[in-house]
T-cell receptor, first 115, second 114 residues
Framework: DAMVIQNPRYQVTQFGKPVTLSCSQT?????MYWYQQKSSQAPKLLFH???????NEADTPDNFQSRRPNTSFCFLDIRSPGLGDAAMYLC??????????????FGPGTRLTVT | AQSVTQLGSHVSVSEGALVLLRCNYS??????LFWYVQYPNQGLQLLLK??????LVKGINGFEAEFKKSETSFHLTKPSAHMSDAAEYFC????????????FGKGTRLHILP
């Protein structure tokens, strides 16, 4: 089945220790998104890629970076995690606007704990 | 600017009773509208969507929603609640004439009472 895969599902890192979260997709979608979701809140968009074109949200901290080496993979790098970065991180994909209704398909998420 | 308002951060219904989750949106152009469900420690799953055409849309797990332009609403309903429906529900809108970003409501947690 075509899907969005996130690894790992649970990640524990230490305060200030860089961490990378991974996302892959078999949907061949050209748009990929990273969201941060804190408890009982809606997902908050961090950035998205339209193909290789990177689009950063204005309020995304510099501590968060992303890479998309190819269509299938996208990475979220947190350079120096703080306690406030503990959250669920969701990856999503969609087709582009020209392809019609472009609902987003979400991965299962990575729960990040910062100790 | 677009926005989504979900009335009630928590809704409780008895098993077998009608589920009604309310969503109102604002958009300067015709929107795409979505309902997503999120179970604990999982990602979001699309329940249903409205793009064009029939205003009553049916989704998975017996849910449906009706787009009412005059009321700028897209309420989610299910005739008979099941225990497995307990989850967080997010209403969302995309401005199809602008960018690819989705605007989420704050979510409604649905509790099912035995």
């Amino acid at each position: 089945d075509a899907m969005v895969i996130q690894n790992p599902r649970y990640q524990v890192t230490q305060f200030g220790k860089p961490v990378t979260l991974s996302c892959s997709q078999t949907l061949n979608h050209n748009v990929m998104y990273w969201y941060q979701q804190k408890s009982s809140q809606a997902p908050k968009l961090l950035f998205h890629y339209y193909d290789k074109d990177f689009n950063n949200e204005a309020d995304t901290p510099d501590n968060f970076q992303s890479r998309r080496p190819n269509t299938s993979f996208c990475f979220l790098d947190i350079r120096s995690p703080g306690l406030g970065d503990a959250a669920m991180y969701l990856c999503a994909t969609s087709r582009d606007r020209s392809s019609g209704p472009y609902e987003q398909y979400f991965g299962p998420g990575t729960r990040l704990t910062v100790t | 600017a677009q926005s989504v308002t979900q009335l009630g951060s928590h809704v409780s219904v008895s098993e077998g009773a009608l589920v009604l989750l309310r969503c109102n949106y604002s958009s300067s152009v015709p929107p795409y509208l979505f309902w997503y469900v999120q179970y604990p420690n999982q990602g979001l799953q699309l329940l249903l969507k409205y793009t064009t055409g029939a205003t009553l849309v049916k989704g998975i797990n017996g849910f449906e929603a009706e787009f009412k332009k005059s009321e700028t609403s897209f309420h989610l309903t299910k005739p008979s609640a099941h225990m497995s429906d307990a989850a967080e529900y997010f209403c969302a809108v995309i401005n199809k004439n602008r960018d690819d970003k989705i605007i989420f409501g704050k979510g409604t947690r649905l509790h099912i009472l035995p």
